[in-house]
């Protein structure tokens, strides 16, 4: 069964800490992504990564990076949380997008609070 | 700019209605349409996906319609249950750019019994 886990479920962190989202996938997928979710937003990209140590920037980068070691890993840093990234992170993995298998899989989400 | 635009933001949905959730796109190369439900708690997963070659796909209760020259696409849910109940997003993307998924913003829907 494929699987895509983030590491914590709830995460409640203060102003200016630096935090860390990890997300580990096990169906050797070569594309993986970080989204935001909010309500009447929808889910949008921050970043995502083809391959291991390449990204690129999605749609709403400011205030993130990533870093990719591993092809299975793939980590979302908040350099300085502040209060307007209080949200649910979603990571999701998926294939290139050729052969016909193109579907993404997401992992349960991480809900960060920052106070 | 968002690329793919969901309606309606929310639907209420008695049991054994049908429900209908629409989006529309602009980029004429995104070439997979895929819809995701999420329950509350859970990441999304995929429910059903068409390509821009055919008008109309149908996955039991669930079928989606395609207008590509309207660049309109819709999911259709036939006997809504209350089981269905979820967020559904739409999404589009091209398939030989990274796969990458640009979705919706979203249809919270509550089937009533």
């Known amino acids: 069964d494929v699987k895509v886990t983030q590491s914590s479920r709830y995460l409640v962190k203060r102003t200016g800490e630096k935090v860390f989202l990890e997300c580990v996938q096990d169906?050797?997928?070569?594309?993986m992504f970080w989204y935001r979710q909010d309500p009447g937003l929808g889910l949008r990209l921050i970043y995502f990564s083809y391959d291991v140590k390449m990204k690129e920037k999605g749609d709403i980068p400011e205030g993130y990076s990533v870093s990719r070691e591993k092809k299975e890993r793939f980590s979302l840093i908040l350099e300085s949380a502040s209060t307007n990234q209080t949200s649910m992170y979603l990571c999701a993995s998926s294939l290139y997008g050729g052969g016909g298998r193109t579907e993404a899989f997401f992992g349960q989400g991480t809900r960060l609070t920052v106070v | 700019q968002q690329q793919v635009k969901q309606s309606p933001q929310s639907l209420i949905v008695q049991k054994g209605g049908i429900s209908i959730i629409n989006c529309a796109y602009e980029n004429t190369a995104f070439d997979y349409f895929p819809w995701y439900q999420q329950f509350p708690g859970k990441g999304p997963a995929l429910l059903i996906a068409?390509?821009?070659?055919?008008s109309e796909k149908k996955e039991g209760r669930f079928t989606i319609s395609f207008n590509k020259s309207a660049k309109q696409f819709s999911l259709h849910i036939m006997d809504s249950q209350p089981g269905d109940s979820a967020t559904y997003f739409c999404a589009a993307s091209i398939l030989y750019n990274f796969n990458k998924f640009y979705f919706g913003s979203g249809t919270k829907l509550n089937v009533k019994p």
């Open positions: 068409i390509r821009p070659d055919v």
């Open positions: 169906m050797d997928h070569e594309n």
